[in-house]
T-cell receptor, first 111, second 112 residues
Framework: EDQVTQSPEALRLQEGESSSLNCSYT??????LFWYRQDPGKGPEFLFT???AGEEKEKERLKATLTKKESFLHITAPKPEDSATYLC????????????FGTGTRLQVTL | NAGVTQTPKFQVLKTGQSMTLQCAQD?????MSWYRQDPGMGLRLIHY???????DQGEVPNGYNVSRSTTEDFPLRLLSAAPSQTSVYFC???????????FGSGTRLTVV
């Protein structure tokens, strides 16, 4: 069974305090790993897709990396506007368009 | 370019009532999906479609029905609402497998 586990469940940072969110996955074959950001009361917003181990993608203060068993979302010098829930999802080869999501990491960045 | 549009945004139903959640996308995406989001459980796939006329079940399909007669629309029907179907429902679309999904803003459904 495909599984995605995110940690920590919640993270509180001060502005400028860098940290990383973890997404561990167990799948039969990985087609892609996706990171999303979700603000309260809104739908998930696509951030990155990673396809193979060693791949990295960056956007502003966010950097996503991928190994054969996990992905990290590094947040450098976060600002209060980075506060959101960050979701990780995997798409498995041979499963058409299905995504399996983790339960997310709730990030709060304070002044 | 509106992206993925879901209606209604909020709905209250009585147990046993039926209703249709609407989803439309204007990006000519082939793949569309319905998810429900419950506290502590993450997003779970209800039904999905890989093109007009083609649908399949996801992880939690019981009590829901879908059809896809056009590329643009993918409605989700609740046949006989139950309190266990109280949730936030998201529709999403993608151009093809391996690409990121674009999500709608959600429908918050309460069944009393």
């Amino acid at each position: 069974e495909d599984q995605v586990t995110q940690s920590p469940e919640a993270l509180r940072l001060q502005e400028g305090e860098s940290s990383s969110l973890n997404c561990s996955y167990t799948v039969s074959g990985l087609r892609g790993l996706f990171w999303y950001r979700q603000d309260p009361g809104k739908g998930p917003e696509f951030l990155f897709t990673l396809y193979s181990a060693g791949e990295e993608k960056e956007k502003e203060r966010l950097k996503a990396t991928l190994t054969k068993k996990e992905s990290f979302l590094h947040i450098t010098a976060p600002k209060p506007e980075d506060s959101a829930t960050y979701l990780c999802a995997v798409q498995v080869t041979g499963t058409a368009s299905k995504l399996t999501f983790g339960t997310g990491t709730r990030l709060q960045v304070t002044l | 370019n509106a992206g993925v549009t879901q209606t209604p945004k909020f709905q209250v139903l009585k147990t046993g009532q039926s209703m249709t959640l609407q989803c439309a996308q204007d990006m000519n995406h082939e793949y569309m999906s319905w998810y429900r989001q419950d506290p502590g459980m993450g997003l779970r796939l209800i039904h999905y479609s890989v093109g007009a006329g083609i649908t399949d079940q996801g992880e939690v399909p019981n009590g829901y029905n879908v059809s896809r007669s056009t590329t643009e629309d993918f409605p989700l029907r609740l046949l006989s609402a139950a309190p266990s179907q109280t949730s936030v429902y998201f529709c999403a679309s993608s151009p093809q497998a391996g690409y990121g999904y674009t999500f709608g803003s959600g429908t918050r459904l309460t069944v009393v």
